[in-house]
């Protein structure tokens, strides 16, 4: 089955494999779809340069096209990519991060705030804002905050200890924080955390030849 171009330019949805967070949105034109099925790799069409655009040529990051599926209507695509770093030109990892309305069954919880999290620490990094407290961190760099780490740890092993479930849930909010900041200030992304885990996860039980931490869960 085809896209149906009969119309000239169709969206594209890139999304990304591991996560499923929404990248992205671009056009297509019917060359640009033959270019990504020749590549494999996300090719769109520039409505503001008029031409093909190879997403990633000039910034190195490119997105491997892992499938591609169409609307009911043909006229739209859904393309599930492992990317090579951002996705958006602001640096971002999704171009999608203005926030215009949420509504949850428990208005306290955001559902998804470790990305939002995460962004927020990318962004200062990328915008560093006076008296911020994640641009102190950065500034002193990994071995500030891998000391914070383990004064966070050791915090949270007291609260623990106290059975104080107030004060280790503030705790525990502290030591991911600082986990994020260092895997921003290292170059370690979630979704490297998240791909050791499920390969962990399907070795469980067999881990022969693994790590020794690698144990039946």
Known sequence: ????????????VIIDHETKDVLMVAYMSEASYQKTLETNET???SRSRQELWHKGKTSGNTQRVLSITLDCDQDT???EVEKNG???HTGRESCFFHHVRENHSDQSIDPNIFNTLIEEIKERKIE?????????LFN???DKISKKLIEEAGEVIIAAKNKDKEELTLEISD???HTFVLMEDTGVELSDVKRELTRRFAKKGNNKGDRKEIKEW
């Open 1 to 12: 089955m085809k896209p149906d171009f009969s119309k000239g330019l169709i969206p594209a």
């Open 140 to 142: 002193k760099g990994v």
């Open 86 to 88: 951002p996705a958006c």
């Open 175 to 177: 030591l991911i924080y």
């Open 77 to 79: 695509l859904l393309i």
């Open 43 to 45: 090719v769109f069409y």
């Open 128 to 136: 560093p804002k006076d008296g911020s407290y994640t641009n102190y």
